[in-house]
């Protein structure tokens, strides 16, 4: 299973470097979308998969970290990379703000707050002109530069992409393995218990919340520079339950479940283009349909499916006798 | 005496805008009195809840216009096809497969809903805005400077008589207390011999009749559109939590509570920022009163 895994890895990791050069430009921007949603995916997972704390506020975070970036190198001419710790240390904040109410509330109650900042985060990008440029967005956002490497066009850009959601898996992996990873599992699994462990509730409750936003808004920084242009509409409301699809459809609390989530969230609609107007229709059934019969999502029918399998294994010798 | 009629005119102004505010609340509490109910009896949180009060408009809508059927009688074919569609369908077909793998798939899957719904009647309907025949004749009347229109009126008179009888029946009689009795404790209920199944089902078909209402008072106001549903789902919700996630009581002081609020504020505030007062309430009394202004915090169940 071990090796198997490594395999599995190398010819998926094989496909994300060299799928794009075939690729037309619509393509390779789909394949960058996708690569970064992935990491926005794997920092809600963190807060609701592994912490257990509901969270639907993930887009309006992207959102913050956008704008930090898009504002910073249009208006004050700041280099690209300078503004990432700026956005990833602004969503960072406003993730501790958000994940106040979490200290006293819990499941839907704790959805309704976090919308209803999603919401309130969304109408400042669209009401406040003089920062944001309210409906009309931002444009010619640049995309940077790397030591004197030009990075403007697609395919170089779709590899930046990649080997920042690549950095950002290996933290994820190193978080969920942390001890921080261990505390947070512990108050998704038993607050109470957790307590009496000597975990402090409160301030892996706000962390849970806080890195999940800082993934969310450094990525953003990300993502402007790809659309070299913003508005508010991205980072509404919708797009956060989209981003919550994304965890519970690719599979909550595990690793890989995010970035199956995204590519089926946001590849999906794509590939339903044949059916032209009705593709939101089919989409939304199909949603429906994988809730009813795979709540746990791809990853957990996959394990069911290969659980079945070795079932059947082992059974087989022993029924050969009689 | 300049400054006492200026004075008098800000007076009307604010009157004005209660009455509108205390109108439109009242529909929003119809929304979210079957949220709640839904929620108390099954744990449902339905995302879909704005856009279960789209469909019935744009269903009697499509009777009036294809059918040739006056509004009165469009609406009840509407009641009977919104209690198949939106209380049974949606009970047999979304709720109940789904529910038994906890909160966060039916909240997905009702939110996919609300999508399907939303697509659905920009697909086969219209995807503009269609005028919405008033319920009662329009008329304007006035009452010591401050106007008021018959739908305002009307509005009103429907959501004090249907929640007063609402409230009669879940107080009042058999059924309503065995409604009431599944809400607090399905289990209890079963042992005490109350059909749950009937009741939950029961449930079901209020809320599509609540919405039914609301839609018909709702759209010759905001005209009947695919994408209404987003602004009155969302309003709907907050006022569930902030008058009480378990109170019929608390759905209605939240509903007229956040229709003042939001006229007042964009009166007065912002135009811009209308929605976001309501979601500062919604807010503040998460933090500060998670139970609701009428809920019973031992109800909570968190």
């Given at each position: 299973?071990?090796?198997?895994?490594?395999?599995?890895?190398?010819?998926?990791?094989?496909?994300?470097?060299?799928?794009?050069?075939?690729?037309?430009?619509?393509?390779?921007?789909?394949?960058?979308?996708?690569?970064?949603?992935?990491?926005v995916?794997?920092?809600?997972?963190?807060t609701?998969?592994?912490?257990?704390?509901?969270?639907?506020?993930?887009?309006?975070?992207?959102?913050?970290?956008?704008y930090?970036t898009?504002?910073?190198?249009?208006r004050?001419g700041?280099?690209f990379?300078?503004?990432?710790?700026?956005?990833?240390?602004?969503?960072?904040?406003?993730?501790?703000?958000?994940?106040?109410?979490?200290?006293?509330?819990?499941?839907?109650?704790?959805?309704?707050?976090t919308?209803?900042?999603?919401?309130?985060?969304?109408?400042?990008?669209?009401?406040?002109?003089?920062?944001?440029?309210?409906?009309?967005?931002?444009?010619?956002?640049?995309?940077?530069?790397?030591l004197?490497?030009?990075?403007?066009?697609?395919?170089?850009?779709?590899?930046?992409?990649?080997?920042?959601?690549?950095?950002?898996?290996?933290?994820?992996?190193?978080?969920?393995?942390?001890?921080?990873?261990?505390?947070?599992?512990a108050?998704?699994?038993?607050p109470?218990?957790?307590?009496?462990?000597?975990?402090?509730?409160?301030?892996?409750t706000?962390?849970?919340?806080?890195?999940?936003?800082?993934?969310a808004?450094?990525?953003?920084?990300?993502?402007?520079?790809?659309?070299?242009?913003?508005d508010?509409?991205?980072?509404?409301?919708?797009?956060?339950?989209?981003?919550?699809l994304?965890?519970?459809?690719?599979?909550?609390?595990?690793?890989?479940g995010?970035?199956?989530?995204?590519?089926?969230?946001?590849?999906?609609?794509?590939?339903?283009?044949f059916?032209?107007?009705?593709?939101?229709?089919?989409?939304?059934?199909?949603?429906?349909?994988?809730?009813?019969?795979?709540?746990e999502?791809?990853?957990?029918?996959w394990?069911?499916?290969?659980?079945?399998?070795?079932?059947?294994?082992?059974?087989?010798?022993?029924?050969?006798?009689? | 005496?300049?400054?006492?009629?200026?004075?008098?005119?800000?007076?009307?102004?604010?009157?004005?805008?209660?009455?509108?505010?205390?109108?439109?609340?009242?529909?929003?509490?119809?929304?979210?009195?079957?949220?709640v109910l839904?929620?108390?009896t099954?744990?449902?949180i339905n995302?879909?809840q704005?856009?279960?009060?789209?469909?019935?408009?744009?269903?009697?809508?499509?009777?009036?216009l294809?059918?040739?059927?006056?509004?009165?009688?469009?609406?009840?074919?509407?009641?009977?096809?919104?209690?198949?569609?939106?209380?049974?369908?949606?009970k047999?077909?979304?709720?109940?497969?789904?529910?038994?793998?906890?909160?966060?798939?039916?909240?997905?899957?009702?939110?996919?809903?609300?999508?399907f719904?939303?697509?659905?009647?920009?697909?086969?309907?219209?995807?503009?805005?269609?005028?919405?025949p008033?319920?009662?004749?329009?008329?304007?009347?006035e009452?010591?400077?401050?106007?008021?229109?018959?739908?305002?009126?009307?509005?009103?008179?429907?959501?004090?008589?249907?929640?007063?009888?609402?409230?009669?029946?879940?107080?009042?009689?058999?059924?309503?207390?065995?409604?009431?009795?599944?809400?607090?404790?399905?289990?209890?209920?079963?042992?005490?011999?109350?059909?749950?199944?009937?009741?939950?089902?029961?449930t079901?078909?209020?809320?599509?009749?609540?919405?039914?209402?609301?839609?018909?008072?709702?759209t010759?106001?905001?005209?009947?559109?695919?994408d209404?549903?987003?602004a009155?789902?969302?309003?709907?919700f907050?006022?569930?939590?902030?008058g009480?996630f378990?109170?019929v009581?608390?759905?209605?002081?939240?509903?007229?509570l956040?229709?003042?609020?939001?006229?007042?504020?964009?009166?007065?505030?912002?135009?811009?920022?209308?929605?976001?007062?309501?979601?500062?309430?919604?807010?503040?009394?998460?933090?500060?009163?998670?139970?609701?202004?009428?809920g019973r915090?031992?109800e909570?169940?968190?």
């Amino acid at each position: 299973m071990g090796t198997m895994r490594w395999i599995a890895g190398g010819i998926f990791l094989a496909l994300l470097v060299l799928l794009p050069r075939e690729l037309k430009p619509y393509g390779i921007f789909l394949m960058s979308n996708w690569v970064l949603f992935c990491v926005v995916a794997m920092g809600l997972n963190l807060t609701l998969g592994y912490a257990g704390q509901i969270s639907i506020a993930q887009a309006g975070f992207l959102g913050v970290g956008a704008y930090t970036t898009a504002i910073l190198t249009t208006r004050f001419g700041w280099d690209f990379w300078l503004t990432l710790p700026v956005a990833t240390g602004l969503s960072f904040l406003l993730g501790l703000i958000v994940g106040f109410p979490a200290l006293r509330v819990q499941h839907h109650y704790l959805a309704f707050v976090t919308l209803g900042f999603n919401i309130l985060i969304y109408l400042v990008f669209r009401n406040e002109d003089w920062l944001t440029g309210g409906a009309f967005g931002i444009f010619d956002i640049p995309r940077p530069g790397f030591l004197g490497v030009d990075m403007r066009d697609p395919l170089s850009f779709y590899y930046l992409c990649l080997v920042f959601a690549a950095l950002m898996f290996a933290a994820a992996w190193w978080i969920v393995r942390s001890p921080w990873g261990r505390a947070f599992a512990a108050l998704r699994e038993n607050p109470v218990r957790a307590a009496s462990l000597g975990v402090d509730i409160r301030t892996y409750t706000l962390l849970a919340f806080a890195i999940g936003s800082a993934f969310a808004g450094l990525t953003g920084a990300f993502y402007a520079s790809l659309l070299e242009f913003i508005d508010p509409y991205p980072f509404a409301l919708e797009y956060s339950l989209s981003f919550l699809l994304m965890v519970i459809s690719g599979g909550s609390a595990t690793l890989i479940g995010p970035i199956v989530g995204a590519g089926m969230v946001l590849l999906l609609p794509e590939w339903l283009r044949f059916a032209k107007d009705y593709y939101l229709l089919i989409y939304a059934l199909l949603v429906m349909v994988l809730m009813a019969f795979c709540p746990e999502g791809m990853v957990g029918l996959w394990r069911r499916m290969v659980a079945a399998i070795g079932r059947r294994r082992a059974r087989a010798p022993t029924e050969r006798p009689t | 005496m300049a400054l006492r009629a200026r004075r008098t005119l800000v007076m009307i102004e604010a009157l004005q805008l209660l009455i509108s505010g205390v109108s439109t609340g009242a529909i929003y509490a119809l929304a979210a009195i079957g949220f709640v109910l839904l929620w108390q009896t099954t744990g449902t949180i339905n995302f879909a809840q704005g856009e279960f009060v789209m469909l019935p408009s744009i269903i009697m809508l499509a009777f009036v216009l294809h059918g040739g059927l006056p509004l009165w009688v469009a609406f009840a074919v509407t009641l009977v096809v919104s209690g198949l569609l939106l209380g049974v369908a949606f009970k047999v077909l979304v709720v109940q497969p789904m529910i038994r793998h906890g909160v966060l798939p039916l909240v997905i899957a009702t939110i996919a809903l609300g999508i399907f719904m939303r697509e659905g009647a920009k697909e086969f309907f219209s995807n503009e805005a269609q005028p919405f025949p008033m319920p009662v004749p329009y008329v304007v009347l006035e009452l010591g400077g401050v106007t008021v229109t018959s739908h305002h009126l009307f509005c009103l008179a429907v959501a004090v008589v249907l929640v007063l009888a609402l409230q009669w029946f879940l107080g009042g009689t058999r059924t309503g207390r065995s409604m009431q009795a599944v809400a607090q404790n399905a289990q209890a209920a079963e042992i005490l011999g109350i059909d749950v199944k009937r009741m939950v089902m029961l449930t079901f078909l209020v809320n599509a009749a609540l919405v039914t209402v609301a839609a018909i008072l709702v759209t010759p106001v905001y005209l009947a559109k695919w994408d209404n549903g987003e602004a009155i789902g969302l309003t709907a919700f907050i006022a569930a939590i902030v008058g009480g996630f378990n109170q019929v009581r608390g759905a209605v002081l939240g509903g007229v509570l956040v229709g003042v609020l939001e006229n007042f504020s964009a009166y007065y505030i912002s135009t811009e920022y209308r929605t976001a007062f309501p979601l500062i309430l919604l807010i503040l009394v998460i933090m500060f009163r998670p139970y609701g202004l009428l809920g019973r915090p031992e109800e909570r169940t968190v």
